[in-house]
């Protein structure tokens, strides 16, 4: 019963919300600021939902950083609800070009600002990191990105591909590191799923930094990230072990 009155909510508040994104949006198109708008409603409506108590940390001057480079890890569809309410003004994620033709979500995903890259075309993917360091410097926007490539669905936290961090020192900004403690554990036949913790770690600056230390960089933030996340989940599993 909890599983089926979740999946008919999240249905349709979620075909509502798109549809009326969509209409906002069309009076703002791919403003980026409308990333971080929609990323903060869904999760206030779906937090309660899901059962989730979400613990966010972010960085306490990240109002003061201007543009940055976010990496954090990547687990599962939950993520979008767990880690949307840190997402900053005029942040904006990469993501595939296949997303714009999802019913609905695919529509506002591409109006909200989000920068659409073809995975498939070896020729284009090559040119994703000019694309996303050109998008920093002539928007003044953040970007949200998951090294990992691709979701770890409780395997830990996967090994890091270097093209963000490349980024950042391309474009001269901070990288950002965003550590989301485990949501693999969420069951929608479970009333409450419990607590999570979403920590901002402090930014580490690359503008002394040239593109031969991307994969130093990547190291300092995969080990960073990695202790990070053991730490909160034991928090986690604390707090969860007090209800």
């Known amino acids: 019963m909890v599983f089926l009155f979740r ?8 075909i509502i919300i798109c549809v ?7 009076f703002n198109p791919r403003n980026p600021k409308n990333v971080a708008r ?11 939902i899901f059962g989730v108590k979400v613990i966010t940390r972010p960085y306490s001057k990240i109002s003061d950083m201007g543009s940055c480079v976010y990496i954090a890890n990547h687990q599962n569809n939950y993520d979008m609800v767990v880690a949307a309410e840190i997402v900053q003004p005029k942040t904006v994620t990469v993501g595939k070009k296949s997303l714009a033709l999802i019913p609905f979500f695919g529509q506002l995903y591409y109006l909200t600002g989000n920068i659409l890259i073809d995975r498939n075309n070896k020729s284009k993917a090559r ?5 996303v360091v050109r998008e920093i410097q002539d928007r003044g926007i953040s970007i949200w990105m998951f090294p990992e490539g691709t979701r770890s669905r409780g395997r ?3 090994p890091f591909k270097t093209g963000a961090f490349k980024a950042a020192i391309a474009a001269g900004v901070p990288i950002v590191p965003i550590c989301v403690s485990e949501t693999n554990n969420i069951k929608l036949n479970r009333i409450n799923n419990g607590h999570m913790i979403v920590e901002m770690l402090d930014p580490i600056e690359t503008k002394n ?5 991307a994969k130093a960089l990547m190291e300092q933030c995969y080990a960073q990230m990695s202790n990070k996340i053991a730490e909160i989940n034991a928090e986690v599993q604390q707090l969860n072990s007090q209800k």
Do not use: R
């Open 7 to 14: 999946l008919i909510f999240v249905v349709i508040t979620g």
């Open 20 to 26: 009326l994104g969509v209409i906002f949006c069309l």
């Open 38 to 48: 929609f990323a903060h409603l869904f999760s206030f409506l779906f937090q309660p």
């Open 127 to 131: 040119n994703t990191i000019e694309q």
């Open 156 to 158: 830990g936290l996967l």
């Open 209 to 213: 930094l040239h593109k031969e230390d």
